[in-house]
Each structure stands twice: as structure tokens, then as C-alpha cells.
């Protein structure tokens, strides 16, 4: 399975962007970069998803580098509520694969007041 | 109303009981899926359904045994449980394999 590799932790003040980085240097041509948060107690949530391309969202932007071996999670102002552990999971487009989210660590954003 | 949603929210057994975990989905999706986050907080991957049929059945005893009655409901029955089985078990769907899945906000199971 292609892994990703993530910061344990990260801090922000709140109201300034935020910017979780993501390693995946063994990213396959059909696999997408998928992002999920994961609010204390709660499921985890889809952030945003992307193949090639920069993509934007009302929650965030996802930006993946040319070679797609690296992609940024952009939060442009952190909110109290942004508070979470955040994944970046690679998901193939199709095969057994593509019926489930492989989740790692994550990274554990905290948001300063 | 909650797209998915799962039953009970709070579960405490004994070991060696039986019991069911009940989840549905109200958004139309075809693809379901049950996911166990442990004590530390990894989230792992138990069954997938995609039309009421089995496609992942990950490395799971078989005291654990997923139902889905229609495409809206994945019922999980743990048989026998053990105190490892305790951990929170969520439950989601998807429209199809490739689109963004939905979770539920998870029961917390605890076996004593």
C-alpha cells in the first residue's frame, strides 16, 4: 500500500492560514490524494480530494506538487473549530484498493486562541 | 437529519456477551463500510459492502460478522466478545468506491 508521512503535531493561532504538509514518494499514476478530519469524538470528515490538479473547496485547498510526491493542505484561517487531527490518505482509483481509506497517524492540529 | 447514523452510541458488556451494532445511511449510497479505531487512535479498515455484498473482509475474527439486510443498513454482530474488542466502531457509506465517504459518529465499545 502507498503510504503517506505526515508531522505528528501542529500549531496555529487562530485566524491566521494553515498549511499541513504531506510526503507520498511512492504514489502511484492512479492514486488519488484524499484529506480527512477527524473532530475530537466525532467520525472523521472528507476534506478534499485531488489527482493532478490544485484543488479548492469551502473548507480548504489541496495543493500537489508537480511530480505528486508531496501535497499541501491548505486552511486559509484557522477557526477554533479547525481543531482536529487531519489525514492525508492515498486512494486508488480502482481494484479491491478503492473500497477502503487506509488512515496513518495523522497530523494533530491545535489552534491557538 | 443525520446521514449516517449508528446505534447505540454508548455500549458496556461483558465478556463473552453478544452483541450488535446497527448503522443507516439515508443518503442513497451503495457502498458501506464498518472502521474500528483502537486505543490508540489508529483507524482501521473491517468490511466494505458495496450492494449488500461483501468486497473487503480485512483480517478480522469471525466472531465479527457484518448484515446488511438492503443497501441502507450494515448491522455489525460481535459474538463471544473479548476485552480487546473494546475500541470506538464506526460506521460509513459512499455513493460508490471512488466518492468521499460519510462516518458516523462512532459507538464506544466496552467489553469488562
Known amino acids: 500500500d502507498a503510504k503517506t508521512t505526515q508531522p505528528n503535531s501542529m500549531e496555529s493561532n487562530e485566524e491566521e492560514p494553515v498549511h499541513l504538509p504531506c510526503n507520498h514518494s511512492t504514489i502511484s499514476g492512479t492514486d488519488y490524494i484524499h484529506w480527512y478530519r477527524q473532530l475530537p469524538s466525532q467520525g472523521p470528515e472528507y476534506v478534499i480530494h485531488?489527482?493532478?490538479s490544485n484543488v479548492n473547496n469551502r473548507m480548504a485547498s489541496l495543493a500537489i506538487a508537480e511530480d505528486r510526491k508531496s501535497s499541501t493542505l491548505i486552511l486559509h484561517r484557522a477557526t477554533l473549530r479547525d481543531a482536529a487531527v487531519y489525514y492525508c490518505?492515498?486512494?486508488?482509483?480502482?481494484?479491491?484498493?478503492?473500497?477502503?481509506?487506509?488512515f496513518g497517524k495523522g497530523t494533530k492540529l491545535s489552534v491557538i486562541p | 437529519d443525520t446521514a449516517v447514523s449508528q446505534t447505540p452510541k454508548y455500549l458496556v458488556t461483558q465478556m463473552g456477551n453478544d452483541k450488535s451494532i446497527k448503522c443507516e445511511q439515508n443518503?442513497?449510497?451503495?457502498?458501506m463500510y464498518w472502521y474500528k479505531q483502537d486505543s490508540k487512535k489508529f483507524l482501521k479498515i473491517m468490511f466494505s459492502?458495496?450492494?449488500?455484498?461483501?468486497?473487503i473482509n480485512e483480517t478480522v475474527p469471525n466472531r465479527f460478522s457484518p448484515k446488511s439486510p438492503d443497501k441502507a443498513h450494515l448491522n455489525l454482530h460481535i459474538n463471544s466478545l473479548e476485552l480487546g474488542d473494546s475500541a470506538v466502531y464506526f460506521c460509513?457509506?459512499?455513493?460508490?468506491?471512488?466518492?468521499?465517504?460519510?462516518f458516523g459518529s462512532g459507538t464506544q465499545l466496552s467489553v469488562l
Open positions: 490518505i492515498l486512494r486508488p482509483y480502482s481494484g479491491a484498493g478503492s473500497y477502503q481509506l487506509t
Open positions: 460509513a457509506s459512499s455513493q460508490d468506491p471512488h466518492e468521499k465517504l460519510f
Open positions: 485531488g489527482l493532478t
Open positions: 459492502y458495496n450492494n449488500k455484498e461483501l468486497i
Open positions: 443518503l442513497g449510497h451503495d457502498t
